[in-house]
């Protein structure tokens, strides 16, 4: 499994969320609090959002927390809109192919989840894949091939219907592969305005998911002297320990966040 957050809010530098939090996502690839697997090692990714449409993309297979490149494009990066994981693999090797968030035009997508015995179903979704975008896929993972799924499931007309779609398709799959391990699915994706994070599995047991809104980025920074700005996260675990600043979403819902303001709504691929 892994750990991910997505950031909305004033445009601040990327260390301030990555690296200077009690709980932050870089002290959460060496040891996460609430994930399956402790260390998130194999590899890391951020992509981010500011005077273009097409966002900035940087991934690399070192450890997140002893990666000096990071460390210092993070003190220099300043965003509106930006999205990070630390990747623990679930099967696909340790490559930069493989590191999320993944790009295509103006969207990035990361996942923490998987595709139970994903060896069975891979032909079937590979071929379920729409042409035009087949030869965008670089790795391995289930992960990048069910954000090309996405694409072509009608993600520009709607994102949600996009997810259900998407899940239907896996699901499919699955049963007419015979597979019965889980399914599971705690994903964002972002356009450069809205974030959509969902929140699935299968089997009652899907990954941790939570969202803070108006957040004092001097309090969860640690940095007092910091501008009193606010801001929104969804991500895999709290920053901190202040229990209030933190809302978990629900299994089987999809959190829509933007402009300091996240909706959770209900979320079954059956709806689509």
Request: glycine share 6%; aromatic share 10%; proline share 6%.
């Amino acid at each position: 499994m892994c750990r991910w957050l997505a950031y909305s809010g004033p445009p601040i530098f990327l260390d301030t969320v990555l690296f200077r939090p009690e709980n932050s996502l870089i002290r959460q690839s060496l040891k996460a609090r609430e994930s399956r697997s402790v260390t998130n090692g194999d590899g890391f990714g951020v992509g981010w959002y500011r005077h273009h449409d097409k966002p900035g993309l940087f991934r690399d297979i070192h450890p997140a927390w002893n990666d000096e490149n990071l460390r210092s494009i993070s003190e220099q990066i300043q965003a509106r809109t930006f999205l990070a994981h630390v990747r623990a693999s679930t099967g696909a090797p340790t490559a930069r192919s493989n590191c999320h968030p993944f790009r295509f035009g103006k969207y990035l997508f990361m996942h923490n989840g998987q595709i139970g015995e994903f060896d069975k179903v891979r032909r079937d979704l590979i071929i379920a894949v729409r042409p035009d975008l087949f030869t965008n896929i670089r790795g391995a993972t289930d992960s990048e091939l069910i954000f090309h799924l996405l694409l072509g499931n009608g993600l520009e007309e709607d994102i949600p219907a996009a997810f259900a779609r998407t899940i239907q398709t896996v699901e499919r799959a699955r049963q007419e592969n015979g597979v019965t391990k889980p399914f599971l699915l705690t994903a964002a994706l972002c356009d450069g305005e809205t974030i959509y994070a969902v929140r699935y599995a299968t089997n009652d047991q899907p990954a941790s998911l939570y969202f803070g809104t108006n957040l004092p980025l001097s309090e969860i920074s640690g940095n007092t002297q910091s501008e009193q700005e606010h801001a929104i996260l969804v991500l895999s675990e709290p920053l901190d320990d202040i229990r209030e600043n933190w809302t978990e979403v629900p299994e089987n819902s999809i959190v829509i966040a933007a402009e300091n303001r996240a909706d959770v709504l209900p979320f079954s691929p059956s709806d689509e």
